[in-house]
């Protein structure tokens, strides 16, 4: 009923006038000339080809260039299966911490005002300004034989850097923006009207946030933890730092695509690289079927 009443009320000179400038300038858009357009895709084709398309066509045939027998074998290497384990441990930590924080941070900043608040989103954005090399040095200055805690490691013997541990720590360090800046807009925008209805219906907090604000966010989640594993799996400045290049120990792929591409083992460098690379497809394909619900899921409604 309140719909049809809407709908049946003529509009203003002021909205129509609104409306056919917005009709106007749309169309504007598109009536550039067609030479100007073909020449802008065209340009847009040729750098897409030139810096993405080429570098994965290469690895890929650099890494079948002596048969799916050689590309296997690569695989199966010792060093390369530890490399491929180490990867995806410090891959599951790093996520894991990250997506703690991330709903956390996310929380806080989205449906509490605190003093600080700026100070926090901009220390979150902190890895994105920072060089990953100088992020590892940071936990060398920390943890190393010299560093402020490491005569205290050493003597209760416990072994950060050159060890799964630092390579971890290195790489939450660089990815846990991914997590937090992926919800922290979307809850944002959903404001706290539904939990406060939750709540004032007798729901408790953990209650609010399984039933009422994680289902908000799932598809903001995946998408975040989505993008922090990408990164987590293909970091390698701050790990190159702290993990002392200790051969089926503390390589992880990246680490080890270059260690064999120096020694000019190259069917196995790229044999590695494309593991990566296929990575990097299956996270573009993910990545656009969760930004699709994402955006269906902030339509507005028509009720």
Not at 141 to 159: E, M, N, P
Request: proline share 4%; hydrophobic share 55%.
């Amino acid at each position: 009923m309140t719909m049809q009443i809407a709908d049946s009320v003529p509009l203003s000179a002021s909205d129509a006038k609104a409306r056919a400038q917005a009709a106007a300038a749309r169309d504007n858009l598109r009536t550039e000339p067609r030479a100007v357009r073909i020449t802008i895709i065209a340009l847009a084709m040729i750098f897409l080809t030139v810096f993405v398309v080429l570098p994965l066509v290469v690895v890929f045939a650099q890494a079948f260039s002596r048969g799916i027998v050689a590309y296997l074998a690569a695989l199966a290497e010792p060093e390369a299966l530890a490399a491929i384990r180490l990867t995806l441990l410090v891959a599951a930590i790093s996520v894991g911490l990250n997506l703690v924080f991330g709903l956390v941070a996310a929380w806080a900043i989205a449906k509490f005002d605190f003093p600080g608040k700026t100070f926090l989103i901009t220390l979150i954005d902190l890895p994105f300004s920072v060089s990953p090399v100088i992020s590892g040095l940071v936990f060398v200055l920390l943890f190393g034989a010299q560093g402020y805690f490491g005569s205290w490691l050493r003597d209760h013997d416990i072994q950060i850097l050159f060890a799964v541990p630092g390579i971890a720590l290195a790489t939450t360090f660089v990815t846990f923006p991914f997590v937090a800046r992926a919800l922290i807009p979307l809850m944002q925008e959903q404001g706290t009207q539904e939990e406060e209805a939750a709540i004032s219906l007798g729901a408790s907090g953990l209650q609010t946030f399984f039933r009422v604000t994680l289902p908000n966010i799932k598809w903001g989640v995946l998408y975040g933890v989505l993008l922090c594993n990408a990164r987590a799996m293909g970091e390698f400045g701050a790990v190159s730092v702290v993990s002392g290049h200790i051969r089926g120990e503390t390589n992880t792929m990246p680490l080890l695509v270059e260690i064999l591409y120096n020694e000019y083992q190259f069917v196995a460098a790229f044999a590695i690289a494309s593991l990566l690379a296929m990575l990097a497809l299956i996270t573009l394909i993910v990545k656009t079927v969760l930004e699709r619900h994402l955006d269906e899921g902030q339509e507005p409604s028509d009720h």
